[in-house]
DNA sequence: AATTAGCACTCGGTTTGGTTGAGTGCTAAC
DNA sequence: GTTAGCACTCAACCAAACCGAGTGCTAATT
């Protein structure tokens, strides 16, 4: 069945053209092919290999009597097989240079930033989930008559708060006794894993104030899921009118109002972080493969990185179809290292 | 001097041309005009009269034998002295509706959709500045042995955060007084009216942890400035590529750009809280007017919003030079009030 | 003196038709 | 299996022709 669709030489000519569209953008002919390898072979000989690689769906033609250019097929060969992956060394050389700030929204927004830079496409990237992150820290305070604050501190020094309307004043003591009674019973705990038993008895001990104490937990809750959840940010945005084949005010609006309306990528967070993501931890959506239905021109490359123990965060880079696979993947195998170490000791 | 440069008639032919053309977005030609308007005029005096509109510089050509179009100087005319009012009635109509939601950056980024959405313009808003609002509730909390969390409450019940690093855990006795001095000494103070002379008497009483007193100031500083100061909500920023004018990839990316690098758009603000601002607090850059250069072919609108002795904020819009100034005018007065109820008794 | 009808003129936009050249598919020869 | 050669296709380019909206000017009208 596998017996090999694409013999020796078909499989560099069809390189060749890849290669030589991704530089041009412009459909590539026989003759530029028959010149272009080491195969010494005349165009017709060429031409006849591309009606046959036509065929087999790897490439296309725009029109009649013009060149070839590369399927979503053939981009997806490309990909899955003539990649050469860089040696080490070369990748070391361009290390990203991310300032060690404070807030971990601004690193975000730096590596986006960095990472349209580096590439001249598109970027996205989504904090970490929190909903397995521990909760390290709690704290009521009493601002004035009428409101509590909050304060939550999760694993990795991340700071929430939320504001809690109350109707009548709590006294020192009782407040002593429920941040007493709050940090006890829930520090060390995820999200997930304050279940209903947890709230009963919290509830009961905290006897005529279990009131406060729902509306605290849903204030934690609350901060930790939706806020950061579907914080999205992006860079380079404009970088997609660099491109002609993307650049047509219709397609354009529509793809640049997918990244300001940030909920439209979301998709490519979860579907990614559920895939199995083989070896690599890469993912690349190819036109239509994309789950985003308005990016079916483009190229899509994610990439998920881990801040120990299952909390993941997802990079992502879009194009045209041809886009730099090599150097889009390289990048990401990059800072998906990197930010391990950065992300691991954060200040904030 | 002012004796009148435009007559009766002409201003009325002005306004026509005006108009016609916010409304086309083509060059309207003497025909139209004459048919158009009341004055039961011929094209030819039309005509006659364009020819004095074009040598006093209200419209102009884009080539021979095309119709009219306004100049800068004819778009000011216009906002200056055409637009009509609307009564107060038909703009309380169209109220927003605006969620009142929890956190300040929500609300913030919604106006700017909702203004968007109502105007199909770029808009941008920022969030107040914050150096007067006062200090209503400070609190330093261990988190573990060497990190300490400060948590400042502002008037308006913002609340920003920071984390400090400290080299030896504080014990339970010294963090309340350190929290005991600090709230009884910078509560009801504005971050402005800190000065030297309270930093000092406050290090004296905290005696051998004034160290942590100026890290905790630091942080009060920065978490108050840098923050929320340039922090810049877009929206709608695809709507430009909606206006042929501005949508050649070329120019749009330009604009795009500015908006996605925020810091471009600080211009507007600045200006404009400088700026006296006659009567109603809007104002108006047609073209070249603009702060910003990139945006020479568009209009700029903005507005400030205020809450409570002087802390401003800025709403603005970006649009074609073509813009319907009136329904954007009204827009941005409408808000101007309503932000006031919602911004004054904010959750966060 | 102001208005208007009429007319020649201008000039961007569109259509038309021809030319060019890159590139193909096919066939016949090597 | 490879290649040379040739007829064919078709987008891209260009010039000529045409169209029509709109102008400026002049002479007649009010």
Known sequence: MIEKELDERKTKILNAIIKNYLETGEPVGSRTISKYTDLNLSSATIRNEMADLEELGYILQPHTSAGRIPSDKGYRFYVDHLIETKDQQVSQMKEFVI???????????????????????????????????????????????????????????????????????????????????????????????????????????????????????????????????????????????????????????????????????????????????????????????????????CSVVTATYELGEGVKGTIGIIGPKRMDYENVMDNLKMLKSQLDGILNKPKN
């Not at 590596?111 to 909760?135: C, S």
């Not at 006890?184 to 038993?197: R, V, Y």
């Not at 609350?222 to 397609?251: C, F, H, V, W």
């Open 99 to 297: 300032e060690h700030t404070e807030k971990m929204e601004q690193v975000l927004q730096q590596v986006a930033k960095l990472l349209a830079n580096n590439t001249n496409y598109a970027t996205m990237i989504t904090g970490p989930q929190l909903h397995h992150n521990k909760i390290k820290f709690l704290q009521l305070s009493s601002v004035d008559d009428s409101h509590l604050l909050a304060v939550v501190v999760l694993e990795g020094n991340l700071v929430k708060n939320k504001m809690l309307e109350i109707e009548q004043p709590l006294d020192n003591e009782s407040m002593l006794k429920l941040n007493m009674l709050l940090n006890t019973n829930l520090t060390g705990l995820s999200i997930e894993q304050i279940n209903l038993g947890t709230i009963a008895a919290l509830k009961e001990k905290a006897g005529n104030h279990s009131n406060i104490i729902s509306e605290v937990l849903d204030a934690v809750a609350e901060a930790i899921t939706e806020d950061e959840d579907l914080e999205i940010y992006t860079s380079g945005t404009t970088n997609i009118l660099k491109y002609p084949e993307l650049s047509d005010s219709q397609r354009a609006g529509e793809l640049l109002s997918a990244f300001e309306e940030k909920n439209q990528l979301i998709s490519l967070v979860t579907e990614n972080l559920s895939d199995g993501e083989e070896n690599t931890g890469i993912q690349v959506y190819i036109g239509n493969e994309s789950p985003i239905q308005t990016m079916k021109d």
